[in-house]
């Protein structure tokens, strides 16, 4: 069995803080994770994703995620925030199926 | 390169009814998954086809069915359309059989918003 929590459906950060979305998961086997950026009315982009090789996963627009065994945990970081980063975030997790498994969503709210 | 895409863009059907939805594979990927978000949720998968043939499925009652074309375009289908139904349909579009699972990229197409009344 798999299961992703997203801790807080809504974080609020200043144009240039540092920008935290939490995701913790479980699962049988070693994971596959994921996270993904949805802007309104449109599809999911992935921004990066962990397959058991670095723990720490550069993606793009500046965002990178560390995958922490210990912890069970897959937290998205961005140094410092931009505007256009406003957007739903998703966490994913595949672990021994094909199936994948979705957070429920963090909305990500910048303020000038 | 032309990406996934998949129409109609917006639907309103009403309880009971049935309908298709389209999606159009990004070139060369041979997988299609399809999903279901609802308002305020995650995507759920319904289903995964690979080479035209359904490899997997998530919890997701049989009226809901697909069909993958010999050119890797696919087809969601939903019959007995119920209230709870009205949601985001995405599909994606991946290289490998195992979609996801093989920690290969998926590709999603912009969705179906999907309305029962």
């Known amino acids: 069995a798999q299961s992703v929590t997203q801790l807080g459906s809504h974080v609020s950060v200043s144009e240039g803080a540092l920008v935290l979305l939490r995701c913790n998961y479980s699962?049988?086997?070693?994971?596959?994770l994921f996270w993904y950026v949805q802007y309104p009315n449109q599809g999911l982009q992935l921004l990066l994703k962990?397959?058991?090789?670095?723990?720490l996963v550069k993606g793009i627009n500046g965002f990178e995620a560390e995958f922490k065994k210990s912890e069970t945990s897959f937290h998205l970081t961005k140094p410092s925030a931009h505007m256009s980063d406003a957007a739903e975030y998703f966490c994913?997790?595949?672990?021994?199926?094909?199936?994948?498994?979705f957070g429920r969503g963090t909305s990500l709210i910048v303020h000038p | 390169e032309t990406g996934v895409t998949q129409s109609p863009t917006h639907l309103i059907k009403t309880r009971g009814q049935q309908v298709t939805l389209r999606c159009s594979s990004q070139s060369g990927h041979n997988t299609v998954s399809w999903y279901q978000q609802a308002l305020g949720q995650g995507p759920q998968f319904i289903f995964q086809y690979y080479r035209e043939e359904e490899n997997g499925r998530g919890n997701f009652p049989p009226r809901f069915s697909g069909l993958q074309f010999p050119n890797y375009s696919s087809e969601l289908n939903v019959n007995a359309l119920e209230l709870d139904d009205s949601a985001l349909y995405l599909c994606?579009?991946?290289?490998?059989?195992?979609?996801?699972?093989?920690?290969?990229?998926?590709?999603f197409g912009p969705g179906t918003r999907l309305t029962v009344l």
């Open positions: 994606a579009s991946s290289l490998s059989g195992m979609g996801a699972g093989s920690g290969n990229e998926q590709f």
């Open positions: 994913a997790v595949t672990g021994g199926s094909y199936i994948p498994t």
């Open positions: 699962s049988s086997v070693p994971p596959y």
């Open positions: 962990y397959t058991s090789a670095a723990t």
